[in-house]
């Protein structure tokens, strides 16, 4: 018989069987702790030995349409839910606290509420004065959106029960408290029991429920990946708290395309949607800089254009600086190895910082080619064609891989007045979309073409 685990990270909700200081699972340091287990239930009895019913079972056609869904209101919102959202479904919203989450969702809230459809926000972080106040800032106050201000999960499902809202918002997972668990709000168990009522309620339902929940760092709060796996959706809104822009991700979703962002600006009045987000990522280009290069990425479904800083300098004494904002650092390890394995261009001795501009943070492969790029163009200090973007994977070979849509990353740069492409070859006719293209087969070229001799 396994023995019940008592101890799980709150990182990434994994179990383990005793305390340690740093997660076996995910390499979190500081987060595990100890779990009470969620129901002891009465007399434990075999499953095997006392019957359950026997459920109705159903054939996968059917004659019913697929249920309407839902628009929030707010046009990038729906599309990274997949097309709007879809009654009886569960949605999970994490974040960094401070990010836009409470502001993004009272918006959605009243534009759904004002489409007519029942619309419950449940606050258990801020008092009803403080909603009412953002809800004011936005010029929302008239939205006929019904406000709640409660952490025990009991009133709140009751409340539900009774009200039947086609959309209830819960801000945030981890103040919710169930009284069926003996642990504090925002534990691990609590965190997971509040999640599954409250998803099981949607289901039973039919409302469409949010659950809010914070990206926690460390400490004793669980933070939102433990809920994951029960949901149906999960969306994270990120963004550099400096930055104006906000990327809402849909890491998983049970009704549509994963991956797909939404792009928003926060303002004074709240969030704006920003349906063209190349021209707003490239806006604050500079004039033609060394280290400057626009890669043509796709986010999802669409084409974005974003722009990759590069610096690099010579180290003081001691360990040379790796330091990178918006890609994975790892990525950019193998990157300089490869140039230096490669194409015999060291960059031992000296510093490099990297930083995808406007707070957005790629994960796609493509990017190689474009940080290869931005990296040597800083190391010569030498500027790339400014109207030229760069896309391509790099493998460890130092041969470049094609990417996948290049005809949409090439449509983009040409809609955005960009006259020339650097990508890998073959995977382009001559003269797509009237961009002069650069197509080259490994990285030892590409240096050659574009810096010449390496
Ligand atoms: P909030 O939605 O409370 O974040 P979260 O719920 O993710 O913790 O947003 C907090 C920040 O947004 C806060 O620093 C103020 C800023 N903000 C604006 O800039 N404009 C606005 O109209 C609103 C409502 C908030
Ligand atoms: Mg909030």
């Known amino acids: 018989m396994p023995k019940s685990l008592a101890f799980s990270c709150t990182a990434c909700g994994a179990r383990q069987s005793k305390w340690s200081g740093q997660c076996e699972s995910c390499g979190e340091w500081n987060t595990i702790v100890e779990e009470t287990p969620l129901s002891t239930g009465p007399g434990k009895k075999s499953l095997g030995n006392v019957r359950g019913k026997t459920l109705p079972l159903a054939d996968l056609a059917t004659k019913e349409a697929p249920p309407p869904r839902a628009s929030c209101g707010l046009g990038e919102l729906d599309r990274v839910l997949g097309g709007g959202l879809v009654p009886a479904s569960a949605t999970l919203l994490g974040g960094d606290p401070g990010i836009g989450k409470s502001t993004l969702l009272l918006q959605a809230a009243a534009r759904f509420a004002q489409s007519g459809l029942k619309t419950l926000y ?17 010029g929302l106050e008239e939205a006929p959106v019904k406000l709640g201000t409660e952490t025990s999960l009991r009133d709140i499902l009751t409340t539900l029960e009774a009200e039947a809202p086609d959309l209830a918002i819960i801000d945030s997972i981890q103040t919710m408290w169930s009284d069926t668990v003996d642990s504090a709000p925002g534990s691990v168990s609590q965190v997971r029991a509040s999640a599954q009522e409250l998803t099981t309620f949607a289901k039973r339902s039919g409302t469409a429920v949010i659950l809010v929940g914070h990206v926690t760092k460390e400490g004793q709060i669980a933070g939102p990946r433990v809920v994951e796996h029960m949901v149906d ?81 010579p180290a003081p004494a001691g360990q040379a600086r790796r330091s990178v904002v918006g890609w994975d650092g790892s990525r950019l390890a193998m990157i300089l190895a490869v140039l230096e394995a490669r194409c015999g261009i060291p960059f031992a001795g000296l510093d490099v910082y990297l930083n995808v501009a406007g707070g957005l943070r790629i994960t796609e492969p493509a990017a190689d080619l474009a940080v290869a790029a931005a990296l040597l163009s ?77």
């Not at 449940?122 to 936005?138: D, K």
Request: aromatic letters at 6%; zero cysteines.
């Open 122 to 138: 449940i606050s258990g972080e801020e008092a009803s004065a403080q909603v009412r106040m953002r809800a004011q800032r936005l």
């Open 378 to 454: 800083a190391r010569e200090d030498a500027a790339l064609p400014r109207d030229m973007v760069i896309f391509g994977e790099i493998s460890l070979s130092g041969a470049l891989r094609p990417a996948v849509q290049t005809e949409n990353r090439l449509k983009e740069a040409a809609k955005l007045g960009f006259s020339s492409a650097a990508l890998p070859s073959g995977t382009a006719k001559v003269g797509s979309q009237g961009l002069a293209l650069r197509q080259m087969t490994d990285l030892t070229a590409f240096v050659g073409e574009m810096f010449g001799a390496g």
């Open 233 to 313: 959706t999960v969306l994270y809104f990120e963004g550099e708290r400096g930055h104006q822009f906000r990327v809402l991700r849909s890491v998983k979703n049970r009704f549509g395309p994963a991956d797909e962002i939404g792009v928003f600006e926060m303002t004074g009045r709240g969030l704006a949607e920003v349906t063209n987000p190349s021209a707003l990522f490239l806006s604050s280009r500079e004039a033609q800089q060394p280290g400057s290069v626009v890669f043509a990425g796709i986010e999802g479904t669409r084409p974005v254009l974003v722009e990759i800083q590069a610096l690099v300098a």
